[in-house]
């Protein structure tokens, strides 16, 4: 009985690593609106990896989240390796510059 307990901890455990954050976030805050057939639709806005996260920050901001930056890389990032498949041009802290300033 211990045992098939200790069993269903590790499991419950092990799924919510594998969800990961960008996708926790997504289902959480994001869903209600839209799911994959925004992000599946022939004329996206997303048409590369600096305007998907430009949406993913502008839907944050929209919805008042206040995200980290990390927060919004995770969630672009997970919509980006699901649904949308583009090149990631080098690291997080190279991503922010142009897109912020396109923002502002
Ligand atoms: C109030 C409803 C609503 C919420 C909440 C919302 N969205 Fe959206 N989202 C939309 C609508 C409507 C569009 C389409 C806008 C358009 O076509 O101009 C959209 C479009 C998008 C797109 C562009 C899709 C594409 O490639 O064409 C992305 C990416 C996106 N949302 C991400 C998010 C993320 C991330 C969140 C959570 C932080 C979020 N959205 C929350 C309504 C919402």
Redesign the pocket.
Known sequence: MKKTLLLCFLLAFQTMAYAGRGELL?ET??H???GPE??Q?SH???TDWGS?LA??QR??SN?G?NWSQDEIND?ANY?NERYYGYSEPGHHSEQNDPVRSRLQ
Do not use: G, N
């Open positions: 997504y805050h994001c209600a609106c839209h925004m992000h639709r996206r806005i997303a998907l949406q993913v839907w944050e919805t989240l969630v919509l």
